[in-house]
């Protein structure tokens, strides 16, 4: 089972590019939301999540990532999980969640020798790998029932290979090279069919619990999204007839006496009436 722990990497900098959203890329990934997920294996012996969170929490780190995954099942949340992060160097970074998977202590790799593996204790390895593996099937599944993906779809689920592979992401080879170093015979066709046969299985109540817990926050996320003052240049002349006219009303002033309206949050039919309402007396 996989406990998730917000741990936000608030000094990353791709953290921080988040939270001023320079550009179009930022805002569009943030009122989007992931389309699907690219599951990682950090590439360097270290199993503790906390250890590598620390070393994503760096103003001077080159990469960022959504989640990170140790062997006994604790998931480190670094962002939010509508951030547009850095963790695949290429196109996908604007549509997939970043998922990275801790590693054993019991490997090495050959500096000299074209970061060759070295394996150092085989069985230890293995266990670990095997382990961090179906945690991953759990939270893939959980995240795929949770934004409504078929797991099975192409170019939902992949691995950073699988990026690279399809010219959406940097020339690495995780985490199919540690899985076949090891031979534990997972592959990224295996990883998607057990995530889809683990969303058919009954789930605990714990499991449930996590699940729904996932599902607030996503939803929460998302909605802070939307709740800001943000609008479309286009929508303009319409915004100042309805203020004018007291038609809409905003949700909160801010401390610079700024009304905040949420123009981007979806209307209940109770909130349409009142519009209509509205205008039919002003009429
Ligand atoms: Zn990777």
Redesign the pocket.
Known sequence: MVTTKIRYATKNPAYVKNLSAPDYRYVEFQKRGPLGAVL??I?TPQPSAEIIANNFDDPNAKESVHMILQPDGLCLQLSPLNYRMW??GGDANQTHLGI?MSEPDSIAYDKDNGYALIIKNHEKAKEHVVATYWHAVSLFADLCTAYGWDPLEDGIILS?RECHARGIGSN?G?PEHLWEGLGTGFTMDSFRADVAKEMKEPDTEEEMDHLLEMVKRILDEQNKELMDNDCGAWSEDARQWAIELGIIAGIEVDTEGKTNYAWQMPITREQLVTMLYRFAKKL
Do not use: L
């Open positions: 990682h294996s590439g963790h695949v990275e950073h690495h995780d």
